[in-house]
């Protein structure tokens, strides 16, 4: 059982970690050559995909950069040194470019994918700490991390090491993603559940169909029925429809509140005559994003959402939106 130091001074030790790793990721700028543009060139005529490889911590690190190009727009996958070894070589194709991950650049399982990779004739990119170990000599690009230590006291655990390489992971994904000009849209196509995806890509029947929200009444009804279907939908308004199925206008609780305020009987009233009569509508191949926009410019709360004859074919208030994350 280990023991345990009496005292410990856990934020010096933590500022500690932070400045080392932070100094070599910005001294790693230092170390960036022609080979970084070659790397990334490379990816970037890759027909088929990139696949990342490493053993322990640096494959840990592989399968969130091999996520990080895959969600922005670069086709990759992380492929286990050791699961290539007994078939998993078999995804690997000419057409694909390899990212091998070794801070010593001396992994065994790494380097017995080699021969392997030779003979299909990937492109092989590597990202190592040494660029005189086998595995830099042996590879087509090499992408050296520069000279740092540890940020364990024992300079034995990968921490600054596993962090400059997922750094140098995302700059290059960054990269990549300018090059190809990917856009929010692209991202959110790849995240359609993400918040991003679901500001960008739902459209107002989408919102429709969750909420299932359609009060209506027609021109003759009074305020009275109104508040009972307002009421029945949870909504704060309703729809006012003229007897062809038209809308004639929306009537809203805070109508109602306004004229009761003003001392006016209006429950008997038709909801013509306090209605408005000259609502802002949407239609439902609209993005939510931009009614949202709407919403907010002119602070209302409902909107009814209508098709090209004018007939509503439900009401979407600014909470169902917010709500869904939009």
Known sequence: MLDLQTEVDYRSIVEEVLDVEAGAITSLKEHLDENID????MILSTKNRTIITGMGKSGLIGKKIAATLASTG????????????????????????????????????????????????????CIVKNPMSTLAI?????????????????RLAPT?????????????AVALLKKRNFQ?????LFHPSGSLGRRLLMTIDNLLAASKKSPMVTE???????????????????????????LQGILTDGDIRRAMASGEDVMDQTVKELGNTMPITTQADVLATNVLEIMEEKRINVMPVIDENNKPLGM???????????
Do not use: W
């Open 184 to 188: 929010p849209e692209d991202f959110a």
């Open 74 to 125: 670069t086709p990759a996958i992380y492929m286990h040194p050791s699961e290539g070894l007994h078939g998993d070589l078999g995804m690997v194709t000419s057409e694909d470019t390899v990212i091998a991950l070794s801070n010593s650049g001396e992994t065994e399982e790494v380097l017995n994918l080699l021969p392997s990779l030779q003979k299909i004739g990937t492109n092989l990119i």
């Open 38 to 41: 070659k790397a990334i060139e």
């Open 160 to 172: 600054t090491s596993t962090t400059v390489t997922l750094a140098l992971g995302d700059a290059i």
């Open 316 to 326: 979407i208030h600014f909470h169902d939106m917010m709500n869904l994350g939009i």
């Open 138 to 154: 042996k590879s087509d690009v090499v992408l050296t991390l520069g000279r740092f230590e540890e940020a364990c006291p024992l």
């Open 220 to 246: 003759s009804c009074t305020v009275k029925d109104a508040l009972f279907e307002m009421t029945k939908h949870g909504l704060g308004a309703t729809c006012i429809v003229g007897e062809d199925g038209t």
